[in-house]
């Protein structure tokens, strides 16, 4: 995101929220960072260092949770918390070294794979429900996705997944999908826009939603609804090298990770007193939010139906196998 964000975090124990950062951010370091195949992360000599990227959503909720309530230091995991921009910068921080694993939508991670690049998914983390939306103006004369043909619509990255999901509800509601206008803002500038007439509709995820429909703005239609219901949405990405060297960390992080959604679900009065910590949201915001749902499982069939829309779309040039970047 564009927005302000608090600085770096140290996180010692969510097994949920920072497993899903640990998977993204490796990036194939030769450094000790924990190695060797074994259930856990640690070894003779200490816990396994990792760095994870995360972008400061409700759904990052998962890392964060898991380094304060100790579930990665329970899976042998020293976990160091790093915030982000999103994919777009995540990725290429990530095969830089920066991260050794990081968070990142799976649209991103797909192109970044299909492009030729070292990308691999490690772990699931959410999946597309009710807290992501399609919302307008107030007084706008849309009623439907079908009205929306010709109109301005905001995205945070014009290649993500956001525009598959959109392009996809659109064209089953018999729109024209080459009439829509695209336009890339930062998500917390997306209801400012909005209210000036800048752009037609927003996409919003939570905590962003729950600001925009205060401020006035209404829903138009669930984002992950109709052909793209219950589509995945992001995950834990690392690299090729740091995957075939860290298997025993991947084993804890996901371990850690999955105990992290286990505590998270379901659980609103946490996530009031967890996401102000990492995010500029108020807790008032966080109170109104509909909740993410997590999936600790990355899907190889619906991940394999994404990639073929972004084929349909024109985001990747030719067919891509999702199987060639799942990590077992």
């Given at each position: 995101m564009s927005a302000a964000v608090p600085r770096p975090r140290r996180l010692t124990g969510l097994a949920l929220g920072?497993?899903?950062?640990?998977?993204?951010?490796?990036?194939?370091?030769?450094?000790?960072?924990?190695?060797?195949?074994?259930?856990?992360?640690?070894?003779?000599?200490?816990p396994a260092a990792l760095t994870l990227g995360y972008f400061p959503l409700v759904h990052t909720a998962t890392a964060v949770n898991a380094e304060e309530t100790g579930l990665f230091d329970d899976a042998g995991l020293d976990v160091t918390l790093e915030q982000t921009s999103g994919g777009a910068q995540a990725i290429p921080s990530l095969i830089?070294?920066?991260?050794d694993i990081t968070y990142g939508n799976y649209t991103s991670a797909l192109l970044a794979a299909q492009q030729g690049l070292p990308v691999r998914i490690v772990a699931g983390n959410d999946v597309g429900a009710d807290d992501h939306a399609i919302m307008v103006a107030p007084d706008a004369p849309y009623q439907s996705a079908a009205d929306l043909a010709g109109a301005r619509i905001a995205v945070n990255n014009l290649q993500n997944i956001g525009t598959v999901a959109i392009n996809a509800v659109l064209e089953d509601a018999g729109v024209d999908i080459s009439t829509i206008q695209y336009v890339e803002l930062p998500l917390p500038d997306m209801a400012a826009s909005l209210a000036a007439g800048d752009v037609d509709a927003i996409w919003q995820v939570e905590p962003f939603q729950a600001s925009a429909l205060a401020s006035g703005a209404r829903v138009l239609f669930p984002l992950f609804?109709?052909?793209?219901?219950?589509?995945?949405?992001?995950g834990w990405l690392t690299t090729e090298q740091y995957a075939q060297e860290n298997p025993g960390v991947i084993e804890a992080?996901?371990?850690?990770?999955?105990?992290?959604?286990?505590?998270?679900?379901d659980k609103s009065e946490r996530l009031v007193e967890l996401v102000p910590t990492y995010t500029q949201v108020p807790a008032e915001t966080v109170e109104q939010?509909?909740?993410?749902?997590?999936?600790?499982e990355a899907d190889p069939e619906q991940l394999q139906e994404m990639s073929d829309r972004m084929l349909d779309y024109g985001i990747i040039s030719e067919e891509f196998d999702v199987e060639t970047m799942l990590v077992d």
């Open positions: 920072c497993a899903a950062i640990l998977v993204l951010a490796a990036c194939g370091s030769d450094d000790d960072t924990g190695g060797g195949g074994g259930g856990g992360g640690g070894g003779e000599s200490g830089a070294g920066e991260y609804s109709g052909p793209v219901e219950g589509m995945p949405v992001a992080f996901r371990e850690a990770m999955a105990a992290s959604m286990e505590e998270l679900t939010v509909v909740l993410p749902q997590w999936d600790v």
